[in-house]
């Protein structure tokens, strides 16, 4: 495989990952959000998002990989998870390393949700939506530098990202009139 193919596969895997991630906060966003499925429905959202989940690693292993394999600019092992150490672009090749960082918290914690407390599982998991932001940062700065087809996608994920995380905000719990009338309600 040549040093260009490698390059293509390094940009192509990475635009996938920045996809497949937006989707798998949007499905985590309408999961934990104050409307969330039930029943059947929520097992089957819930399974998209692991699925989906799963299949972002794996893109995001393979943009890893081709882009320190690519060999072209200078990406170390180190600096997909020390930030700002590369020689090529440490900014911004840092943010894709803090990505990868609280990537790492919310798998691991993921991967142990049944020995922790769920406040501290969510806590951590809070850290996907930086985990995306950064992503988006690192993606529309440095993988999509001179094509709009590419900036825009990325544009387009975040827009959308930003869409459904603004709805979980703004959403109210299906019963809050009850909820009010009890805080109103004096306590003896």
Do not use: N
Request: hydrophobic fraction near 50%; proline fraction near 3%; charged fraction near 15%.
């Amino acid at each position: 495989m040549t040093s260009e193919m490698i390059w293509y596969l390094s940009r192509a895997t990475g635009v996938v990952s920045i996809v497949l991630l937006t989707l798998v906060v949007c499905l985590g966003v309408v999961t934990a959000g104050r409307r969330r499925p039930d029943g059947e429905s929520a097992t089957v959202v819930m399974g998209v998002h692991r699925w989906l989940s799963l299949g972002m690693l794996v893109f995001l292993g393979a943009h890893i990989f081709t882009a320190i394999a690519e060999g072209y600019v200078d990406i170390s092992w180190w600096a997909v998870v020390l930030p700002f150490v590369s020689g090529y672009e440490p900014l911004l090749i840092g943010f894709g390393a803090i990505g990868v960082d609280l990537l790492v918290a919310v798998v691991v914690t993921s991967m142990l949700r049944h020995r922790m407390p769920e406040r501290y599982w969510r806590g951590i998991h809070w850290a996907s939506y930086g985990m995306w932001v950064v992503a988006l940062v690192h993606g529309f700065t440095l993988g999509t530098s001179d094509q709009p087809v590419l900036r825009l996608i990325t544009v387009a994920c975040g827009v959308t990202g930003g869409l459904f995380a603004s709805w979980r905000v703004a959403k109210t719990h299906a019963d809050k009139e009850r909820r009010t009338e009890i805080s109103l309600q004096e306590w003896s």
